[in-house]
């Protein structure tokens, strides 16, 4: 009888740790376009678990008469068809990538959950857009284990449309423009839809993003198309006011396109001029990709680093009537509008780096980073980058003034409207100092780059830029764990900062 007893608990054990396997595996997610697969995932410092779920279209390819036209909803083959990938899909289709990492059918999101997302309430959602200046950046260099695995949110990244192929406007109905917007605003529906299916709360969603992510999610929160679509808005490092986010002649640029790719009609009407812009859209249709793009500046880009920001080619978002109805100034003065549109009814955290404009050393040559030790020899570098500078100018004041200007003064703007249109809603402003800046000019070029947050943020795959943003950082191995638990504690989606100030202004975040 002992025998057969122990026999009896060994089997339930053996059942019972089969049962927590089970629930612990990523499990097949249905929807009505497919069926969404996952993988298992580890945290690799805390070997905590966590499942990903890659490539999942939610628009449909946009390629030959659907390119230049807003997304269309992914429809799929029926809820049997496995519709995600075994890892993240191609990047949409830019320069400075390996072609086989490039495609126009590059319209997916990435979904990543806790294991047991089954048991317990609705998870909130973060929904992460990515940078890039609007013409480069991909969904896979952004990685949120710790968010997810650590703090328990379901955290959602996406691709959209960049560069010509995702911002080109014609000024008018032809092209109107900010069609990656519009992918980003189908994203956005796909999440409410379909996120209760994955175990996240459908009415706590989060959108986030940084520089020209950060500049979508400014857009998105003055879009009338966003309505219900979140509640909550994270700016990190830009807003729509920033210098580079806001297209001023868009046709200009589209009529260069159409004289670089040979699409310039020989005869124009001026009594029929949008019949006009569409037959040039009609020929761009007809190009490569790379025609496309290779059209967008005389200057070479494939390299981001061998260019100024100032040189680099620019692609934004424009007024279009649409998504963005007027100029953003005169949307955040108007209170009626943002009320009608639910901006007012949102909570917003703004913010920025203490030192963005060392994003300017982008223009100064690899073999030259070795010169960043010295204050005193790398302001020449700097300065032999940007077309106005003038050597009497202390590096400083130029860094400062880029970023004042592209960050700091369109974070404050954004914010205070907010404020002004409703002293009630919920908006908060953060400086990140990670590593504090040196006054000595012999000493080593310090401060808190562009782009350095995300490293406390996400796990970065190795890519060029690291070298450049991390340069400046002395990343110490003991204070590295606690700001990066500081930065994250500031995002988390509940949003009550009050409780977190004390230790997070301790640690190089201060919130004004």
Known sequence: MARVQLCTIWIKTVVLLCATWTTLAAPDIQLLSGTARGFDKQVSESLKSYSAYYGIPFAQAPVGELRFLPPRPFLGQGSGEIITSNTFRAACYQTGLPRERLSEDCLHLNVFTPTDVDFGPLRKVMVWIHGGGFFIGDASLYIPTKLVAEDDVIVVTIQYRIGALGFLSSGDEALPGNLGLHDQVLALRWVKDNIRRFGGDPDDVTIFGESAGSASVAALSLSPTTKGLFNKAIMQSGTIFSAWALGENPQEQFYHHAKETGCFPRIYNPWNKVGYHESIVACLKRKSPKEILDAAEEIVY?????????????????????????????????????????????????????????????????????????QSNVASLIKSTLREANDNIPLQKILDLNSDMSYVIPTIIFARALVKASPSTPVYLYVFDAEPKLKDPNGPLRGTSHGMDLYFEFDMPPNDLDQLILFYADLDPVKLPVLERAFRDLFLPSLKLASHQPSVSALGLALI
Do not use: C, H, M, W
């Open 302 to 374: 494939s390299d981001p680093l061998t260019k100024s920001i100032d040189e680099l080619p620019l692609f934004a978002p424009v007024i279009d009537g649409e998504l963005l109805p007027r100029a953003p100034a005169s949307l955040l003065s108007d209170r009626a509008y943002l009320q009608q549109i639910g901006a007012l009814d949102r909570s917003y955290i703004l913010g920025i780096n203490d030192n963005e404009g060392l994003i300017l050393a982008s223009g100064v040559p690899k073999e030259d980073y070795s010169s960043f030790t010295r």
